[in-house]
């Protein structure tokens, strides 16, 4: 296993402590299976032949961020979208966040990140001060900070939209390479609820609302693909793009049967990608896949 990929999850485990058995982070989940049709427009640009191919197979596995199992969905967190699509050739992993966009660009920074966040042993929560320092050598984390001081509770896991954050380098038939980040987009729209209101719904609704929404039906995410400009960095997930780039709709997710959490014994990595899909140099993105390596093993040992 690699040092980096331990060093990380040693940092991570100590926002949260140990759960044996569980992810280090987004330790809660539940998932569910379906279908993924690829749009003609995805064409334009990638030769990927998942998007191709007709109806695809998908494993999803939607979770909170927090690495206790235990913790009630109505409390604060980032929420998580894995997708696993199976196409002819090979496995094309997605593994997206509710953020928009990441709070650090370096290895470094997310060490320093993570350890401004573990809770004191005093008080049992993270210290503000520590936080406040880090944000002040480090303000690239405002727009991340931001979006996550200002999220609500969401309604549902199928009404959040997810954000791959990082630029991936995508390539057409005739080798073009263009840079573009990925989202997926709820059909039902994005609806959030108070927190007295989500509280009040017990502290699992989010995996019940999935359990009894695919009990009577579908629930449907559109893939959308936000292609760079040319001054917009393919290795920095911390700065949002403007809302002009060009948007691509890639394709249509089905989510159709509620697995619970048996998806759970699934690795899902942000560089499992196909011919036509590449990582682009972003660190973080790099860093995530040792990480995770390092993280099943844990789990699943
Ligand atoms: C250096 C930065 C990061 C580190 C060290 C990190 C670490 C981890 C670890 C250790 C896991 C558990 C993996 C497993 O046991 O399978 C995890 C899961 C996850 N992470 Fe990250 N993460 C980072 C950044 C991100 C970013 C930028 C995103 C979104 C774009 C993200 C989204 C997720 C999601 C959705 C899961 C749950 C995947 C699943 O359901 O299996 N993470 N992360």
Known sequence: MSELGEHLVDAVTAL???HPGCRTLHAKGTGATGTFVGAPEARDLTRASVFA????EATIRFSNGNGDPDRADALPDGRGMAVKLRGPDGTLDFVALSLPVFFVRTVDAFLEFTAARAPDPATGAPDPERIGLFVAEHPEALPALEASLSARPPAAYTSTA???IHAL???????QARFARYHWLPADGEHVLTDHEAAALGPDY???RLGERLASGTAQFTL??????WDDDPTDPTVPWPDDRSLLTLGTLTLETATGDASDTLVFDPTRLVD???ASDDEILRARAEAYAVSYERRSS
């Open 206 to 208: 989010l995996c019940e």
């Open 276 to 278: 036509g899909v590449e």
């Open 16 to 18: 949260a402590g140990r």
């Open 169 to 175: 380098r995508w390539l057409d038939a005739q080798d």
């Open 224 to 229: 959308q693909a936000q292609v760079a400009g």
């Open 53 to 56: 191919a007709g109806p695809v």
């Open 162 to 164: 997810y954000h791959g």
